[in-house]
């Protein structure tokens, strides 16, 4: 079971959301499993309007998938499929941290250790949910700090921390590891040089990829019917 989400000030379904995440990527709720909308909502005793809203949000993440005669359903992304975001990712990035580097300040970069720090500590804890939450915060911002609209927008439609979970979750990943590659990240970005930049983005995403690139398990079994445990937590 993973962690309990403390978000009491977010909307209900964004707390929904947030949990079924962390349940689909966790592995508690198979690829294949159907999610009964009716069902989750009489669990945590709500109405099924935020349950449906937090379905529509996970299908934009591409973790489900809804259709009109099944439902939604938990999707199980292809290992190309993963490659292919990491691949354009690491194009897209390093184009908004070229665009971003002379714009930084001494506070940007005091920010961004921030970010490797936590991820540091969250990875030797084995929190995977901060893990992967601080690890998108970190990418997020230097997207932010380019200036660019049009390349945030495209960068946000690569389901990022959806991307990040799943890399995180896979067995035998070094999560550390992975905190550990946002150093070079970094250092290459206070280098002041776009050439250091723009390798250190594609040697980065280039690394997380072969991590899981031999364990990760294109076709998996169909599950059943799945619900939200400790509804409660939801309160």
């Known amino acids: 079971m993973t962690p309990d989400i403390q978000i009491s000030r977010s909307p209900l379904s964004d707390q ?14 198979a690829p294949g499993s159907r999610i009964v909308e009716t069902r989750v909502a009489r669990e945590l005793g709500t109405s099924q309007a935020p349950v449906r809203e937090a379905l529509r949000d996970l299908e934009a993440l ?28 690491a194009e897209l990035e390093s184009l908004g941290a070229r665009l971003a580097q002379p714009r930084m300040t001494d506070a ?40 660019n609209h ?9 389901e990022p921390l959806s991307r990040t979970y799943i890399t995180l979750l896979v067995p035998g990943v070094n999560r550390r590891h992975i905190a550990d590659l946002h150093c070079p990240i970094l250092d ?28 990760w398990v294109d076709e998996l079994s169909a599950a059943g019917d799945v619900v939200i445990p400790d509804p409660a937590s939801l309160a």
């Open 62 to 89: 591409g973790v489900i998938e809804i259709s009109a005669y099944r439902g939604a359903r938990v999707r199980h992304p292809s290992k190309a499929e993963l490659l292919e975001a990491y691949a354009i990712r």
């Open 188 to 215: 290459a970005l206070r280098s002041g040089n776009p050439e250091e930049v723009n390798a250190a983005y594609h040697t980065h995403f280039e690394h997380a990829g072969n991590m899981f690139r031999e364990t």
């Open 150 to 158: 049009t390349l945030e927008r495209i960068w946000r439609h690569l």
């Open 108 to 147: 940007d970069f005091e920010e961004l250790q921030g970010y490797v720090e936590e991820m540091q500590r969250a990875a030797d804890a084995g929190d995977t949910h901060t893990e992967a939450v601080v690890d998108v915060a970190f990418h997020a911002r230097v997207i932010q700090i380019s200036g």
């Open 16 to 29: 929904i959301k947030d949990r079924l995440l962390q349940e689909i990527l966790a592995g508690a709720y």
